[in-house]
C-alpha cells in the first residue's frame, strides 16, 4: 500500500531503510513510493556504493587514485588539476594502445588519441573531448580510473555492488563512515538535460555494448561532471551529488515553465549488518556475480560469493 509523498522542493533527497526488504521494496516498481509513482518513472539510473558516506565521485578524483598504475611509485603526490588530466588521459590512451596490440577493437579509436601533438596536454574546458568519451567510459568500466562514473539501469545491479562490498570480510570499513550502505537513484533526464546547460555541469554517457557483454548485461551508462568553458581558476570538478545540492541549480530548476517531479535524485541507506541478507533476496531475483558478469569465468566467482550471502533474519531489534 502507498503513502502519500512528502512534498519538498529540493533536488536531492535521503531516506535511511533499516532492513533488506525495506531497500527492495524501494526498488520495485510494483512497491517502490518514492522512485514510480510518478510520470518520469522509467528515466532512473542507479548506483550502489558500500559507504555510504562515500560522495559520488569518481575515481580518478579519488584519494591515491593512481595508484598501481604509475611503475615505481609507493605514494602518490598531490597532483593539480592539469596534472590529473594529462595522467588520466595518459591512461586511457595506454589502455586503447594496449587494447588494440592485443587485437581488441576499441570504438572510437582514432590517430588522433595517439599523436603525442594532440594528446599531451588537456584544457579543463569540456574534458574529456567528446570524441573520446566513449574510450574513457571502456577504459573507466574496466577499473582505469577516470573522471566518468558508472551508473546502471538496473535498481537491483545497483543495489548488488552496494551489498557485495560491504559484506566484503576483508574491506577496511571507511574511518569516517557511519556502518551503512548506499544505493542512489539519478534521472538521466535532468543530468543529460538540465545539469548539461550549467557550468559546471553534467552529462550522461553511454557507449556501444556490442563487444561488452558485461556493460550490455549491466545497461551500464555513465556521468560525466564539466565545466563548458574553462574555468578563470584552474580547480578540479564537483562531485555530482554536490552539483545536485547547489542551491543555484535548485532555484534555476524550480524556475522552469513545465515542473518537472521533485526530487530528482535519491540517496537509499542500509546498514551493513543488513547486507548479507540483502545478497540473499538478490540471488533469489537473479542478481549476482554471474548475472552481472556473464560467462563461464564468473560461475566460480559467484560460488565462492554464497558465504557472503545470509537468509538468516537479524535478531529481533538489530539495527
Not at 520495485?28 to 555510504?52: K, M, T, Y
Amino acid at each position: 500500500m502507498r503513502t502519500s509523498r512528502r512534498i519538498t522542493k529540493r533536488l536531492f533527497q535521503c531516506e535511511a531503510l533499516e532492513t533488506a526488504e525495506g531497500l527492495l521494496d524501494e526498488l520495485s516498481p510494483h512497491r517502490g513510493e518514492h522512485l514510480f509513482d510518478r510520470p518520469d518513472q522509467g528515466g532512473w539510473i542507479f548506483r550502489g556504493q558500500a559507504e555510504a558516506v562515500w560522495p559520488l565521485r569518481p575515481a580518478a578524483l579519488r584519494k591515491d587514485a593512481f595508484k598501481g598504475f604509475i611503475p615505481g611509485q609507493i605514494e602518490m603526490p598531490s597532483y593539480t588539476p592539469e596534472e590529473r588530466r594529462n595522467l588520466e588521459a595518459a591512461l586511457v590512451n595506454d589502455f586503447v594502445s594496449c587494447a588494440s596490440a592485443h587485437g581488441f577493437e576499441i570504438p572510437g579509436d582514432s590517430q588522433r588519441l595517439r599523436d603525442r601533438e594532440h594528446s599531451t596536454r588537456h584544457e579543463a574546458s569540456d574534458f574529456p573531448p567528446l570524441d573520446q568519451r566513449g574510450l574513457y567510459a571502456l577504459a573507466q568500466h574496466y577499473r582505469v580510473p577516470t573522471r566518468l562514473l558508472d551508473w546502471t539501469r538496473r535498481p537491483l545491479f545497483a543495489a548488488y555492488f552496494a551489498a557485495l562490498g560491504a559484506a566484503d570480510p576483508d574491506r577496511k570499513p571507511d574511518e569516517n563512515g557511519d556502518g551503512r550502505l548506499a544505493v542512489w537513484a539519478v534521472q538521466a533526464e535532468c543530468v543529460d538535460g538540465f545539469l548539461r546547460t550549467k557550468d559546471p555541469g553534467a552529462v550522461v554517457v553511454s557507449v556501444p555494448t556490442i563487444s561488452n557483454p558485461n556493460l550490455r548485461a549491466q545497461r551500464g551508462e555513465f556521468t560525466l561532471v564539466r565545466f563548458r568553458t574553462k574555468p578563470k581558476d584552474d580547480h578540479d570538478i564537483p562531485d555530482l551529488d554536490r552539483l545536485m545540492e547547489d542551491e543555484r541549480n535548485v532555484e534555476d530548476f524550480r524556475a522552469l515553465p513545465h515542473q518537472p517531479s521533485l526530487p530528482m535524485m535519491f540517496k537509499f541507506t542500509l546498514p551493513h549488518s543488513q547486507a548479507r541478507r540483502l545478497l540473499h533476496y538478490l540471488d533469489v531475483q537473479g542478481a549476482n556475480h554471474a548475472t552481472v558478469y556473464p560467462g563461464l569465468h564468473s560461475i566460480a566467482a559467484y560460488m565462492r560469493e554464497a558465504s557472503r550471502r545470509s537468509a538468516a533474519r537479524p535478531p529481533r531489534g538489530d539495527k
